[in-house]
C-alpha cells in the first residue's frame, strides 16, 4: 500500500506531490515517522487516478531514485531498466564502501557519506529522500553516464522478485 508519492524532477523541483486513499484500512499510520494522520488520506485521491499520474509523468524518462523496484512496485508499473538509474544498485558506491553486490546500502548511509549529510532527522520526507537521491547521482552522473555509453551497465540487478518491474 502507498500513502503519498513523491516525484521531481532533475534539479528537485516537485513535479507531483499527492497522498493516495486507502485502498485497505489503515492499522497504523506511523505518525511518528511519516507525519502522516487519517485526515490526509480521507480525501486523497483514488490510488489508480496516481498511479495514472505517475504512469505519464515518468513515461519515456529516465527516472533516478534509491530502490526503484520498491516504488515501481508499490506503484504497480514497469520501466524499461535502461531508463532507471538506481542510487541502491550503483556498484561504485558499494565498491566505495566495502560492500558485496547484494548489499541494499540506504539511502541516508549513501548521502552521509558521499554528500555529508544527514536526512530523514524529522521523519520520511518523501521529497528530501527524492533529492537526497538526485544529488547522489548528480555527484557521479558523468561516471554513470560514461558507464552506460561503453555498453556496460554500472549496477547491480535488482532483487529477483522485483524482475517485472524492469522492460
Not at 84 to 91: P, W
Not at 98 to 104: F, R
Not at 122 to 133: D, F, K
Not at 154 to 164: S, T, V
Amino acid at each position: 500500500m502507498v500513502a503519498r508519492v513523491t516525484l521531481t524532477d532533475y534539479r528537485g523541483t516537485v513535479l507531483l506531490d499527492s497522498y493516495v486513499r486507502p485502498t485497505q484500512p489503515v492499522c497504523d499510520y506511523r505518525t511518528a515517522e511519516t507525519g502522516l494522520q487519517p485526515h490526509h488520506l480521507a480525501d486523497a485521491p483514488v490510488f489508480i487516478d496516481v498511479q495514472r499520474q505517475v504512469a505519464s509523468i515518468i513515461r519515456d524518462k529516465i527516472i533516478v531514485g534509491h530502490a526503484l523496484w520498491e516504488f515501481l512496485s508499490v506503484m504497480g508499473l514497469s520501466h524499461p531498466a535502461i531508463n532507471t538509474r538506481d542510487t541502491a544498485l550503483f556498484m561504485s558506491f558499494r565498491r566505495t564502501l566495502g560492500q558485496k553486490p547484494n548489499v541494499i546500502i540506504p539511502l541516508e548511509t549513501l548521502v552521509k557519506h558521499f554528500m555529508g549529510r544527514e536526512i530523514g532527522q524529522n521523519g520520511e520526507i518523501p521529497v528530501e529522500r527524492a533529492r537526497a537521491a538526485l544529488d547522489l547521482f548528480r555527484s557521479c552522473e558523468q561516471t554513470w553516464e560514461g558507464i552506460i555509453a561503453t555498453g556496460a551497465w554500472p549496477c547491480a540487478l535488482p532483487p529477483d522478485e522485483y524482475r517485472r518491474c524492469f522492460t
